[in-house]
């Protein structure tokens, strides 16, 4: 079987998928899965298309960029012995930031690498995670061509006033400026409303990605117009463990009243706040729907006072609103979370139909709803397949 490798490598996990070559591209892969808990005691996790499982402890040794390279190493024994027939032509990757230059995938290169080193401050949680992964492929398999597909590329249609933050220009000029991520979501989203919503998916959309990482982007006719998510994926929405916007008073606050250092302020932004924070439980929406403690419901609370918040900004940048959509883990099922959303955006004119909502139907607008209001699953590493296999013409 000649396939597509797809990778998503974060900072303990390698969500992988292939997607056999046959023309047009099978949407669903042959087989997906990950291997969570690298750096800990990493396992590997896959489903094949039939609904086979799969699960196996991975041994690794040395420090995270070698641990990453074992995962890696016992991923393609394990592809190999599951599929025999197995030929990878193509690799597609994850890559979060591409900057300012890049606004499609581009084949990876030496050149490339070195280039996108130079954002891994900028996505401290994913881009170093992304290129080691790019690397361990190349030391591996050197002849399989590669592909990176950026999380910032699909924002690059946003006009220059979404993405200027209002600082002097000289800084503005080093590319200090709003970029906003998780664009692969929000192209296949894009991609896939129309089959959903009908004509409205040409007109004023915005689109809440709600996973561990969470943003929202206003659309015009599937084009981005505007982010939640800024110079880095901290910005807009409250997080798993991220703060989302937060004035930037505190952090100066906290360095100069509290002597916090940057890699304080680091781990503090990034790994212990948002719903983990707020609730001093979980990073987890399920643990924290399922739980009677008042800080859990409060931070259940926060996460959609904040999404409702930037809907109404979100529709001013989108000029108006014809629908909402709800994508990632938590969008995609977390009805609690759209019941509680639709709630606060009435005014908008967004009426939910809760049974609809409940039973996980892809429409979920009451009938008296003048917005329309819909659930898309979202196909990250699909939309890569297609990417990687449309550059290299394959
Ligand atoms: N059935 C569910 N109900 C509520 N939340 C869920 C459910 N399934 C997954 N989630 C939440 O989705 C989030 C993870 O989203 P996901 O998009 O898978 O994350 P990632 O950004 O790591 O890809 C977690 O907060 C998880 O609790
Ligand atoms: C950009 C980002 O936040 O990604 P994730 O949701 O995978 O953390
Ligand atoms: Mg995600």
């Not at 781990?267 to 008042?294: C, F, H, W």
Request: overall charge negative; hydrophobic content about 45%; some cysteine.
């Amino acid at each position: 079987m000649k396939a597509v490798l797809v990778l998503n490598a974060g900072s303990s996990s390698l969500k992988f998928a292939l997607f056999p070559l046959e023309p047009g591209l099978a949407a669903n892969p042959a087989l997906s899965g990950q291997i969570e808990g690298i750096g800990a005691t990493p396992e590997l996790s896959a489903k094949e298309a039939n609904g086979t499982r799969h699960h196996e402890p991975v041994v690794t040794h040395g420090e995270q960029g070698e641990q990453h390279r074992d995962a890696l190493t016992h991923l393609f024994r394990w592809l190999a012995a599951h599929n025999p027939d197995l030929e990878i032509v193509a690799a597609g990757h994850r890559v979060v930031h591409g900057g300012d230059r890049y606004s499609a995938p581009v084949k990876l290169s030496e050149g490339l690498l070195r280039e996108l080193d130079a954002f891994v401050p900028l996505a401290p949680l994913h881009q170093p995670h992304n290129l080691r992964a790019v690397r361990a492929v190349s030391a591996l398999m050197p002849d399989v061509p590669q592909v990176a597909c950026f999380d910032t590329a699909f924002h690059r249609t946003q006009p220059a006033v979404a993405q200027a933050f209002a600082l002097p220009r000289a800084i503005s000029a080093e590319g200090i400026k709003r970029y906003g991520f998780h664009g692969l979501s929000y192209d296949y989203v894009a991609r896939k409303l129309p089959e959903v919503i009908g004509d409205k998916a040409h007109g004023s959309v915005v689109i809440a990605h709600l996973g561990n990482g969470a943003s929202m982007c206003a659309l015009r006719d599937g084009k981005s117009m505007a982010s939640t998510m800024g110079f880095t994926a901290v910005e807009g929405l409250m997080m798993g463990t991220r703060t989302g916007s937060l004035d930037p008073g505190v952090m100066l606050y906290l360095m100069e009243q509290k002597g916090m250092s940057a890699k304080a302020l680091t781990n503090l932004l990034y790994k212990e706040s948002g719903l983990l924070g707020v609730s001093g439980i979980s990073q987890d929406m399920r643990t924290l729907l399922a739980s009677n403690a008042p800080e859990a419901t409060e931070a259940v609370e926060l996460f959609c006072y904040r999404i409702a918040r930037e809907l109404g900004s979100l529709a001013a940048a989108a000029g108006g609103l014809d629908a909402l959509v709800f994508t990632g883990g938590i969008g995609e099922h977390a009805a609690v979370v759209r019941e509680k959303v639709a709630a606060l955006s009435g005014w908008l004119g967004i009426t939910i139909d809760s049974s609809a909502n409940e039973a996980g139907a892809s429409r979920i607008d009451a009938a008296d709803s003048r917005v329309a209001v819909a659930v898309v699953p979202t196909n990250e590493e699909g939309m890569i397949a297609r990417y990687t296999v449309e550059l290299l013409d394959l």
